[in-house]
Antibody
Framework: QVTLRESGPALVKPTQTLKLTCTFS??????????VSWIRQPPGKALEWLAR???????YYSTSLKTRLSISRDTSKNQVVLTMTHMDPVDTGTYYC??????????????WGQGTMVTVSP | QSVLTQPPAVSGAPGQRVTISCTGS?????????VHWYQQLPGTAPKLLIY???NRPSGVPDRFSGSKSGTSASLAITGLQAEDEADYYC?????????FGGGTKLTVL
Protein backbone atom coordinates (compact mmCIF):
# COMPACT_ATOMS: atom_id res chain seq x y z
CA GLN A 1 0.00 0.00 0.00
CA VAL A 2 1.38 3.37 -1.05
CA THR A 3 1.10 6.17 1.49
CA LEU A 4 2.52 9.67 1.87
CA ARG A 5 2.50 11.86 4.94
CA GLU A 6 3.50 15.51 5.21
CA SER A 7 5.06 16.98 8.31
CA GLY A 8 6.45 20.34 9.31
CA PRO A 9 5.74 23.45 11.36
CA ALA A 10 2.17 24.65 11.59
CA LEU A 11 3.27 28.25 12.12
CA VAL A 12 6.15 30.21 10.64
CA LYS A 13 6.99 33.89 10.82
CA PRO A 14 7.33 36.15 7.79
CA THR A 15 10.80 36.07 6.20
CA GLN A 16 11.56 32.66 7.75
CA THR A 17 12.37 29.54 5.77
CA LEU A 18 9.83 26.72 5.72
CA LYS A 19 10.99 23.10 5.71
CA LEU A 20 8.43 20.38 4.99
CA THR A 21 9.02 16.65 4.90
CA CYS A 22 7.07 14.07 2.92
CA THR A 23 7.56 10.58 4.33
CA PHE A 24 6.37 7.83 2.04
CA SER A 25 6.02 4.06 2.00
CA UNK A 26 5.06 1.36 -0.43
CA UNK A 27 7.41 2.38 -3.23
CA UNK A 28 10.98 3.39 -3.94
CA UNK A 29 11.76 6.80 -5.35
CA UNK A 30 14.69 5.25 -7.23
CA UNK A 31 12.36 3.07 -9.32
CA UNK A 32 12.20 4.32 -12.89
CA UNK A 33 9.21 6.60 -13.48
CA UNK A 34 8.52 7.46 -9.85
CA UNK A 35 8.20 11.12 -8.93
CA VAL A 36 7.08 13.08 -5.86
CA SER A 37 5.64 16.58 -6.11
CA TRP A 38 4.65 19.27 -3.67
CA ILE A 39 1.37 21.08 -4.23
CA ARG A 40 -0.18 23.80 -2.10
CA GLN A 41 -3.63 25.28 -1.60
CA PRO A 42 -4.35 28.60 0.12
CA PRO A 43 -7.58 28.59 2.12
CA GLY A 44 -10.55 28.68 -0.26
CA LYS A 45 -8.32 28.87 -3.31
CA ALA A 46 -7.00 26.64 -6.07
CA LEU A 47 -4.30 24.02 -6.11
CA GLU A 48 -0.84 25.20 -7.13
CA TRP A 49 1.97 22.86 -8.16
CA LEU A 50 5.28 23.80 -6.57
CA ALA A 51 8.05 21.32 -7.30
CA ARG A 52 8.85 17.76 -8.32
CA UNK A 53 11.74 15.36 -7.79
CA UNK A 54 12.14 12.35 -10.06
CA UNK A 55 13.53 8.83 -9.69
CA UNK A 56 16.80 9.95 -11.31
CA UNK A 57 17.08 12.93 -8.92
CA UNK A 58 16.06 15.46 -11.57
CA UNK A 59 14.29 18.42 -10.03
CA TYR A 60 11.67 20.78 -11.42
CA TYR A 61 10.20 23.96 -9.99
CA SER A 62 7.24 26.26 -10.53
CA THR A 63 8.41 29.08 -12.76
CA SER A 64 6.94 31.72 -10.47
CA LEU A 65 8.47 30.33 -7.27
CA LYS A 66 11.70 28.67 -8.37
CA THR A 67 13.94 31.27 -6.74
CA ARG A 68 12.45 30.40 -3.33
CA LEU A 69 12.13 26.62 -3.59
CA SER A 70 14.44 23.69 -3.11
CA ILE A 71 13.46 20.03 -3.26
CA SER A 72 15.62 17.11 -2.18
CA ARG A 73 15.31 13.47 -1.19
CA ASP A 74 16.72 11.00 1.29
CA THR A 75 16.22 7.61 -0.29
CA SER A 76 17.41 5.77 2.82
CA LYS A 77 14.63 7.38 4.85
CA ASN A 78 12.02 7.42 2.06
CA GLN A 79 11.63 11.15 2.45
CA VAL A 80 11.31 14.17 0.19
CA VAL A 81 12.04 17.59 1.65
CA LEU A 82 10.79 20.95 0.39
CA THR A 83 12.26 24.21 1.58
CA MET A 84 10.71 27.56 0.80
CA THR A 85 12.54 30.74 1.69
CA HIS A 86 11.26 34.22 2.51
CA MET A 87 7.85 33.07 3.73
CA ASP A 88 5.01 35.59 3.52
CA PRO A 89 1.42 35.53 4.78
CA VAL A 90 0.25 34.82 1.22
CA ASP A 91 2.06 31.48 1.50
CA THR A 92 -0.44 30.36 4.13
CA GLY A 93 -2.24 27.21 3.12
CA THR A 94 -2.31 23.45 3.03
CA TYR A 95 0.77 21.80 1.55
CA TYR A 96 0.39 18.37 -0.04
CA CYS A 97 2.88 15.88 -1.37
CA UNK A 98 1.72 13.52 -4.09
CA UNK A 99 3.21 10.71 -6.14
CA UNK A 100 3.19 10.22 -9.87
CA UNK A 101 4.41 7.26 -11.87
CA UNK A 102 4.99 7.80 -15.56
CA UNK A 103 4.26 4.12 -16.12
CA UNK A 104 0.86 4.36 -14.50
CA UNK A 105 -2.20 6.60 -14.70
CA UNK A 106 -0.49 8.59 -17.45
CA UNK A 107 1.55 10.41 -14.82
CA UNK A 108 -1.43 11.79 -12.90
CA UNK A 109 -1.32 12.44 -9.16
CA UNK A 110 -2.84 9.15 -8.07
CA UNK A 111 -1.68 9.11 -4.47
CA TRP A 112 -1.84 12.16 -2.18
CA GLY A 113 -0.85 12.80 1.40
CA GLN A 114 -3.46 14.22 3.75
CA GLY A 115 -1.80 17.64 3.68
CA THR A 116 -0.30 19.84 6.35
CA MET A 117 -1.57 23.33 7.15
CA VAL A 118 1.02 26.09 7.34
CA THR A 119 0.19 29.53 8.65
CA VAL A 120 2.53 32.46 8.11
CA SER A 121 2.02 35.08 10.77
CA PRO A 122 4.20 37.32 12.99
CA GLN B 1 -4.36 33.57 -12.49
CA SER B 2 -4.27 29.89 -13.43
CA VAL B 3 -2.80 28.70 -16.72
CA LEU B 4 -5.87 26.52 -17.23
CA THR B 5 -9.23 28.29 -17.07
CA GLN B 6 -12.26 26.69 -15.44
CA PRO B 7 -15.66 28.21 -14.64
CA PRO B 8 -15.72 29.16 -10.95
CA ALA B 9 -19.03 27.42 -10.35
CA VAL B 10 -21.59 25.13 -11.94
CA SER B 11 -24.79 23.67 -10.57
CA GLY B 12 -27.40 21.10 -11.39
CA ALA B 13 -30.34 19.25 -9.93
CA PRO B 14 -30.10 15.61 -8.87
CA GLY B 15 -30.22 13.33 -11.89
CA GLN B 16 -29.11 16.02 -14.32
CA ARG B 17 -25.94 16.21 -16.40
CA VAL B 18 -23.34 18.90 -15.91
CA THR B 19 -20.10 19.65 -17.68
CA ILE B 20 -17.01 21.48 -16.48
CA SER B 21 -14.67 22.98 -19.04
CA CYS B 22 -10.91 23.42 -18.82
CA THR B 23 -9.48 25.82 -21.37
CA GLY B 24 -5.79 26.02 -22.06
CA SER B 25 -3.54 27.07 -24.91
CA UNK B 26 -1.06 25.82 -27.47
CA UNK B 27 1.65 25.50 -24.80
CA UNK B 28 -0.28 23.08 -22.62
CA UNK B 29 -3.42 21.18 -23.64
CA UNK B 30 -3.01 22.19 -27.26
CA UNK B 31 0.56 20.88 -27.26
CA UNK B 32 -0.81 17.38 -26.78
CA UNK B 33 -0.33 17.01 -23.06
CA UNK B 34 -2.75 14.80 -21.18
CA VAL B 35 -5.44 16.28 -18.95
CA HIS B 36 -6.33 14.83 -15.56
CA TRP B 37 -9.27 15.67 -13.31
CA TYR B 38 -9.50 15.65 -9.52
CA GLN B 39 -12.41 15.82 -7.10
CA GLN B 40 -11.88 17.53 -3.76
CA LEU B 41 -14.46 17.13 -1.04
CA PRO B 42 -14.44 19.73 1.74
CA GLY B 43 -11.53 19.32 4.11
CA THR B 44 -9.94 16.45 2.21
CA ALA B 45 -7.09 15.91 -0.21
CA PRO B 46 -7.89 15.83 -3.92
CA LYS B 47 -8.80 12.47 -5.43
CA LEU B 48 -7.94 11.41 -8.97
CA LEU B 49 -11.16 11.21 -10.98
CA ILE B 50 -10.06 11.02 -14.64
CA TYR B 51 -6.57 10.44 -16.00
CA UNK B 52 -5.17 10.61 -19.49
CA UNK B 53 -8.10 12.74 -20.74
CA UNK B 54 -10.76 10.07 -20.51
CA ASN B 55 -9.75 7.15 -18.28
CA ARG B 56 -11.32 6.36 -14.92
CA PRO B 57 -9.33 4.83 -12.07
CA SER B 58 -10.82 1.75 -10.51
CA GLY B 59 -13.71 2.65 -8.23
CA VAL B 60 -14.75 5.85 -9.99
CA PRO B 61 -18.35 5.54 -11.21
CA ASP B 62 -18.96 5.64 -14.94
CA ARG B 63 -21.17 8.67 -14.35
CA PHE B 64 -17.90 10.60 -14.64
CA SER B 65 -16.32 10.99 -18.06
CA GLY B 66 -13.65 13.14 -19.64
CA SER B 67 -12.82 14.36 -23.10
CA LYS B 68 -10.27 16.57 -24.79
CA SER B 69 -10.27 18.50 -28.03
CA GLY B 70 -7.81 21.06 -29.27
CA THR B 71 -6.85 23.40 -26.45
CA SER B 72 -9.70 22.38 -24.14
CA ALA B 73 -10.93 19.50 -22.06
CA SER B 74 -14.21 18.72 -20.36
CA LEU B 75 -15.46 16.71 -17.43
CA ALA B 76 -19.04 15.46 -17.64
CA ILE B 77 -21.07 14.14 -14.74
CA THR B 78 -24.35 12.41 -15.48
CA GLY B 79 -27.04 11.33 -13.04
CA LEU B 80 -25.94 14.02 -10.60
CA GLN B 81 -25.99 12.97 -6.95
CA ALA B 82 -25.77 14.99 -3.74
CA GLU B 83 -22.42 13.36 -2.96
CA ASP B 84 -20.95 14.88 -6.15
CA GLU B 85 -21.01 18.33 -4.55
CA ALA B 86 -17.32 19.21 -4.41
CA ASP B 87 -14.54 21.21 -6.05
CA TYR B 88 -13.17 19.88 -9.33
CA TYR B 89 -9.74 20.64 -10.79
CA CYS B 90 -8.20 19.94 -14.14
CA UNK B 91 -4.45 19.43 -14.44
CA UNK B 92 -2.10 19.28 -17.38
CA UNK B 93 1.42 20.32 -18.29
CA UNK B 94 2.91 23.51 -19.63
CA UNK B 95 6.45 23.34 -20.96
CA UNK B 96 6.62 19.96 -19.19
CA UNK B 97 5.74 21.44 -15.79
CA UNK B 98 2.53 20.52 -14.00
CA UNK B 99 -0.25 23.12 -13.98
CA PHE B 100 -3.71 23.17 -12.43
CA GLY B 101 -6.91 24.90 -13.35
CA GLY B 102 -8.51 27.41 -11.02
CA GLY B 103 -11.09 24.91 -9.84
CA THR B 104 -14.86 24.66 -10.22
CA LYS B 105 -17.32 24.39 -7.35
CA LEU B 106 -20.16 22.05 -8.19
CA THR B 107 -23.40 22.65 -6.30
CA VAL B 108 -26.14 20.05 -6.38
CA LEU B 109 -29.41 21.94 -6.08
Amino acid sequence: QVTLRESGPALVKPTQTLKLTCTFSGFSLTTSGMCVSWIRQPPGKALEWLARIDWDDDKYYSTSLKTRLSISRDTSKNQVVLTMTHMDPVDTGTYYCARTNSADYFGAFHIWGQGTMVTVSP
Amino acid sequence: QSVLTQPPAVSGAPGQRVTISCTGSSSNIGAGYDVHWYQQLPGTAPKLLIYGNSNRPSGVPDRFSGSKSGTSASLAITGLQAEDEADYYCQSYDSSLEVFGGGTKLTVL
